[in-house]
Structures are given as structure tokens and as C-alpha cells.
């Protein structure tokens, strides 16, 4: 008797991977794409990126992503099929209200990048100035909490200009 049950729990596992291999097929099929993992093109297959601050969250998350979508890094501009030049990569902190006591209460994050992309001396896209705003507020009790809050914006801020970038640059053809 615990042959059948173990041949009947084999049967439905079996049965189970043939239908989420089925479920994959039919979305692949149809052309759905996770989000972010849109094909690049064959002139970006091997970028060089010349960035203004290496270092940066964007930077480091532009980076990622390119690798993500297929993309083998050069190290050099000359062993590149295109060059993608991030030539602003630049966070701002701006006061947006203050209290009775002169004390800010809340502040505005702008996060702004400007890239361009060439691929064998043609400018394959123009300079683009993409930025990202946010405003948080600030309490001299909590600051530990509240820096804490400002880099988790910042970050969230960068991560979705890197795919703002990437999307368009999964454009180019």
C-alpha cells in the first residue's frame, strides 16, 4: 500500500512542474517579459560607462541592470561596442518648511541624471536630463530615523531612474 501512495504523490508532483512548465511556455509564448528585462540592443551588447561619480547609487544600480538585461561591462572605452556617458549624476536637499523656531520640518530630495549614448563615434542618444523629486519630513527627535529615511529615498530614487534610463535605452535600435 505505500508503493500506490508514493506512486500517487509522484504522479501529482509530475502533474504540478507540467503545468507551471505549460504556464511558462504560454507566457513566453505571448511575449511577456518580466518588467526591467527588456532586450538590448546588439550595439550595447558591451558597454563602457563613463560616469561623472562612479560611486553613486545610480551608478552602482545602472550598472546591475545593464548586467541584468544581458549586457557584458567593458572595462575600457576602447574594447566598447557603445559608450553610455553619465555625465550628471547629482542629489540635492532643499528646505521646504520650517518651524516657529527656525527648525526645518520638512525637506524636497532631487535626484537628477544626465546621460548620452555613442556607439563607433555616432551619438546613438542625445544628453538626457531625467530627475526624481520627493519630499520627507524632518524631526529634530528622530534624525538618526529621519537620515535614515532621506538614503532610503535616495536609493528608491535612483533605482527607478536607472530603469527610467534603461527603458529608453532599450529603445534604441
Given at each position: 500500500?505505500?508503493?500506490?501512495?508514493?506512486?500517487?504523490?509522484?504522479?501529482?508532483?509530475?502533474?504540478r512542474?507540467?503545468?507551471?512548465?505549460?504556464?511558462?511556455?504560454?507566457?513566453?509564448?505571448?511575449?511577456?517579459?518580466?518588467?526591467?528585462?527588456?532586450?538590448?540592443?546588439?550595439?550595447?551588447?558591451r558597454?563602457?560607462?563613463?560616469?561623472?561619480?562612479?560611486?553613486?547609487?545610480?551608478?552602482?544600480?545602472?550598472?546591475?541592470?545593464?548586467?541584468?538585461?544581458?549586457?557584458?561591462?567593458?572595462?575600457?572605452?576602447?574594447?566598447a561596442?557603445?559608450?553610455?556617458?553619465?555625465?550628471r549624476?547629482?542629489?540635492e536637499?532643499?528646505?521646504?518648511?520650517?518651524?516657529?523656531?527656525?527648525?526645518?520640518?520638512?525637506?524636497?530630495?532631487?535626484?537628477?541624471?544626465?546621460?548620452?549614448?555613442?556607439?563607433?563615434?555616432?551619438?546613438?542618444?542625445?544628453?538626457?536630463?531625467?530627475?526624481?523629486s520627493?519630499?520627507?519630513?524632518?524631526?529634530?527627535?528622530?534624525?538618526?530615523?529621519?537620515?535614515?529615511e532621506?538614503?532610503?529615498l535616495?536609493?528608491?530614487?535612483a533605482?527607478e531612474?536607472?530603469?527610467i534610463?534603461?527603458?529608453?535605452?532599450?529603445?534604441?535600435?
Amino acid at each position: 500500500m505505500w508503493s500506490s501512495e508514493r506512486s500517487v504523490a509522484v504522479r501529482r508532483t509530475a502533474a504540478r512542474w507540467a503545468a507551471i512548465a505549460a504556464g511558462v511556455a504560454l507566457a513566453a509564448g505571448c511575449g511577456f517579459r518580466l518588467a526591467g528585462t527588456a532586450p538590448l540592443p546588439a550595439s550595447l551588447a558591451r558597454p563602457y560607462l563613463s560616469f561623472s561619480y562612479p560611486y553613486s547609487d545610480f551608478a552602482r544600480i545602472f550598472g546591475q541592470q545593464l548586467r541584468a538585461a544581458g549586457a557584458t561591462l567593458a572595462s575600457s572605452d576602447a574594447t566598447a561596442t557603445a559608450t553610455v556617458d553619465v555625465s550628471r549624476d547629482a542629489v540635492e536637499q532643499r528646505v521646504l518648511s520650517v518651524s516657529a523656531r527656525n527648525i526645518p520640518t520638512e525637506y524636497l530630495l532631487i535626484y537628477t541624471v544626465t546621460y548620452s549614448v555613442r556607439h563607433a563615434g555616432k551619438e546613438l542618444l542625445a544628453p538626457q536630463t531625467i530627475s526624481l523629486s520627493q519630499d520627507y519630513s524632518f524631526s529634530e527627535q528622530a534624525v538618526l530615523a529621519k537620515e535614515h529615511e532621506a538614503g532610503r529615498l535616495r536609493r528608491q530614487m535612483a533605482r527607478e531612474l536607472a530603469a527610467i534610463a534603461m527603458r529608453r535605452i532599450a529603445s534604441l535600435k
